[in-house]
Nanobody, 119 residues
Framework: VQLQASGGGLVQAGGSLRLSCVASGRYAMGWFRQAPGKDRVFVATITWSDSNTYYSDSVTGRFTISRDNAKNTVYLQMNSLKPEDTAVYYC?????????????????WGQGTQVTVSS
């Protein structure tokens, strides 16, 4: 399984971006981000079966994860962006794992897409 993430870019604070990740299969999916010099951290996750979602405290109310199973695509809609949201964003799939909120709970990763929020 290959994951292909896209949609990153440069946006001013308060703006919006939508990230996409194409991944075929019935997996829980997650978005993580990694800022320069920092660890990769959890952003959001969505299950396959019932599309339950869960978010980190830092993005709750601003970001929305969703999936279109017919298009094999998972989205991360990011609104009210802040400079501290600047990072490389990665999508991840839990193919042989159960998924969760930690990077080690996902076993397949996309290449990452850069999101830069200017102040």
């Amino acid at each position: 399984v290959q994951l292909q993430a896209s949609g990153g870019g440069l946006v001013q604070a308060g703006g919006s971006l939508r990230l996409s990740c194409v991944a075929s299969g019935r997996y829980a999916m997650g978005w993580f981000r990694q800022a320069p010099g920092k660890d990769r951290v959890f952003v959001a996750t969505i299950t396959w079966s019932d599309s339950n979602t869960y978010y980190s405290d830092s993005v709750t109310g601003r970001f929305t994860i969703s999936r279109d199973n017919a298009k094999n695509t998972v989205y991360l809609q990011m609104n009210s962006l802040k400079p501290e949201d600047t990072a490389v964003y990665y999508c991840a799939a839990a193919i042989r794992t159960s998924g969760g909120v930690h990077p080690w709970e996902f076993d397949t990763w996309g290449q990452g897409t850069q999101v830069t929020v200017s102040s």
